[in-house]
DNA sequence: GCCGACTCTGCGGATATCCACAATAGCCGC
DNA sequence: GCGGCTATTGTGGATATCCGCAGAGTCGGC
């Protein structure tokens, strides 16, 4: 599942690549062309992408901001013969991970792209925690939710009935369900939980 | 304070550039040279960088190598005539805000000085914040650190003082300290304090 | 040697939090 | 209408936290 996509129309570049890559036991994808891999792309695609820029149809670059716009977050690193200033600082400022110009030393290449598989590993890992986080933030109601804003924001149990207008027992009575249904036992392993904290 | 810096060795440019961004109410300071910015360069010194690349003596690439290694985190926009991707690549992937080749926009270049002059006091600010935070926690006794940690990892009293080996009596006095230091007035709020959160 | 810190501890009481048991009421779907 | 979910509140008791009052031991500086 994560390998290395080379989006590349040109077969024999494609071939060379997936050579150099699987000689390094990087498993790696190829794609002729811009819209087959936006075609196949899915949200759980794993792994980084090697982009060529200038393709028949639609561009590397072009490629890359309508994989933004759909919300991927795979590292993306930039392979090109027509270098040109704007448009690497264009790329690189959008979030590109980085642009390589041919002739591209092969070890360092493979390096960058071990590096962003690392990190695309990294950051699924996280996101899969969040995830999970945002599952159970899911499950609590309106009003679980306020009291457990409120919670975290450190106010005492006395000050939350008051400002929402209800009993302290009431109050409890949420706050032991927030508790409850994200699985934490006091106020300061939640604030840690949704403040993304060690 | 906060102002443009303007390193560049060519005089008329350092002069069209001042105007440039005088009669756009933005203050600039000219450098005729790296050596002269890096040696008056203070952790104080506010604003942003335009770096010429190429300069007599000391390179704005090399400049920029030095004032990261001391610290400096102002935001620097490289300014060159002679582009090269490879350059502007390392260069944004060091963290330079930006690389414009010449002939450039001015609104546009305007616009981006504007805009890493603001990025730049809003750093400053969370970071006179984080100063303030390190200063309270200077005062903080090596027992009173050992609590805090224990309380913001949110164990209960009597679990840090099993921990520690003393009396939870002990552990209220160091808690209550801590709290006072640190100026907060519930564990929740140190938590947020500690870990950054809104 | 005295003074100021830091550390440690106990007692007792005021608050706050946690929780089981119990009950009322509105809303929604079967 | 009945059952389930949500929201609400109360009583009462077990724990935990917050604090003032009091006392004691160590260590380093003047």
Redesign the pocket.
């Known amino acids: 599942m994560t390998m290395l996509h080379i989006v590349d129309d040109d077969e024999a570049i494609r071939d060379a690549l997936g050579w150099l890559f699987q000689s390094r036991n990087v498993p790696v994808a190829g794609w002729p062309s811009a819209e087959a891999f936006l075609e196949a792309w899915r949200p759980d695609t794993a792994g980084c992408l090697l982009l060529d820029i200038r393709m028949e149809g639609m561009s590397g670059l072009e490629l890359f901001d309508r994989l933004l716009s759909k919300g991927c977050r795979m590292p993306v690193i930039f392979l090109t013969g027509h270098g040109d200033v704007p448009i690497a600082v264009g790329a690189l400022k959008k979030g590109a991970r980085d642009f390589v110009e041919k002739p591209f030393n092969d070890n360092e290449l493979v390096d960058r792209v071990i590096d962003a598989l690392g990190f695309d590993a990294e950051q699924r890992e996280r996101e899969a925690g969040q995830a999970g986080l945002a599952a159970r933030l899911a499950?609590?109601?309106?009003?679980?939710?306020?009291?457990m804003e409120l919670?975290v924001a450190g106010?005492?149990?006395?000050?939350?009935?008051d400002e929402?207008?209800?009993?302290?027992?009431?109050?409890?009575?949420?706050?032991?369900?927030v508790?409850?249904k994200m699985r934490v036992?006091?106020?300061v392993e939640l604030t840690r939980l949704l403040t993304g904290a060690s």
Chains 1, 2 share one sequence.
Do not use: D
Request: hydrophobic share 40%; no cysteine; glycine share 2%.
């Open positions: 499950t609590l109601t309106q009003r679980e939710r306020q009291v919670v106010r005492l149990n006395k000050v939350i009935a929402l207008g209800i009993s302290m027992r009431t109050v409890e009575v949420h706050r032991s369900h508790f409850e036992k006091t106020a």
